[in-house]
Nanobody, 117 residues
Framework: QVQLVESGGGLVQPGGSRRLSCAAS????????MSWYRQAPGKERELVAS????????NYADSVKGRFTASRDNAKNTVYLQMNSLKPEDTAVYYC??????????WGQGTQVTVSS
């Protein structure tokens, strides 16, 4: 069955870095663009970054542009989010997903990132 397992979250100080991973299984990972989303307490889930099928193109929300980098390794069925210069407003649960899974209502458990001193 389809599974997305996010990992790498934790507590990080402002200005610090964190690398998130998302391991995918149960579908043809290399056939789909992948995205990272986040949801902060009391806020709606928002799109943070997207990476195309081969990883050759990425897009970012204005709030993270220049600080976050999305990438993927199709041999490992894994998508990554490198987060640098973290700010308290980056605190959220981070999820990876693909549009076709979103349409089916599937989300993984996410990984919590807390930026605080």
């Amino acid at each position: 069955q389809v599974q997305l397992v996010e990992s790498g979250g934790g507590l990080v100080q402002p200005g610090g870095s964190r690398r998130l991973s998302c391991a995918a299984s149960g579908f043809s990972f290399s056939s789909y663009a992948m995205s990272w989303y986040r949801q902060a307490p009391g806020k709606e889930r928002e799109l943070v970054a997207s990476v195309t099928i081969a990883g050759g193109s990425t897009n970012y929300a204005d709030s993270v542009k220049g600080r976050f980098t999305a990438s993927r390794d199709n041999a490992k069925n894994t998508v990554y989010l490198q987060m640098n210069s973290l700010k308290p407003e980056d605190t959220a649960v981070y999820y990876c997903n693909s549009n076709f899974l979103i349409r089916s209502g599937y989300w993984g458990q996410g990984t919590q990132v807390t930026v605080s001193s």
